[in-house]
């Protein structure tokens, strides 16, 4: 099943309407690690097994692998078991780790060009507003020649008798 978003919420902090304050992450695509933990390349890339992880935030986990682990598959610098040690989050501050990636099954119409593959995700609010804001935006519009206008005056639609 693939995942539509996650979201990450301070319990203490409450938006208008009393929910929870937080950020949503909409991945764009979302695959999953079909390397069995025995292969090599696991070592350096053993994040790869979670699509998204929430652990305690520190500062001697800002990072979890070197740039050159991929190079050094049997000696690597860092193994993301050791940050999932089931420490609380809950009131702390936390760091979300996201993995993307995506699947490239090679077909003879790449040759001589591989078409262009995305993959990433989207942090966007969630509840931390109580409304859109597009709706604070003062009622004016520019015109011609940057000149600001009002907008028309509403008038309610008057039933026909």
Not at 11 to 24: C, F, L, P, V
Not at 49 to 74: G, H, P, Q, W
Not at 84 to 113: A, K, Q, R, Y
Request: aromatic letters at 14%.
């Amino acid at each position: 099943m693939e995942p539509k978003y996650w979201t990450v919420v301070n319990e203490n902090r409450r938006n208008k309407w009393g929910a929870k304050r937080g950020y949503a992450i909409v991945p764009m695509a979302s695959v999953t690690q079909t390397m069995v933990d025995a292969h090599p390349a696991m070592n350096a890339n053993s994040f790869s097994k979670y699509n998204c992880a929430v652990t305690k935030r520190k500062e001697s986990e800002r990072f979890l692998n070197s740039i050159f682990d991929v190079n050094r598959m049997y000696n690597t610098k860092g193994d993301f078991s050791i940050f999932l040690n089931e420490e609380g989050i809950v009131n702390e501050d936390i760091f979300t780790w996201v993995t993307v990636g995506f699947v490239h099954v090679p077909s003879s119409e790449d040759i001589p060009i591989t078409t262009a593959i995305e993959s990433g995700f989207i942090l966007k609010s969630f509840n931390f507003f109580a409304t859109t804001e597009v709706y604070d935006m003062p009622q004016v519009y520019n015109g011609k020649d940057g000149y600001v206008q009002q907008p028309p005056e509403f008038i309610p639609c008057i039933e026909n008798k």
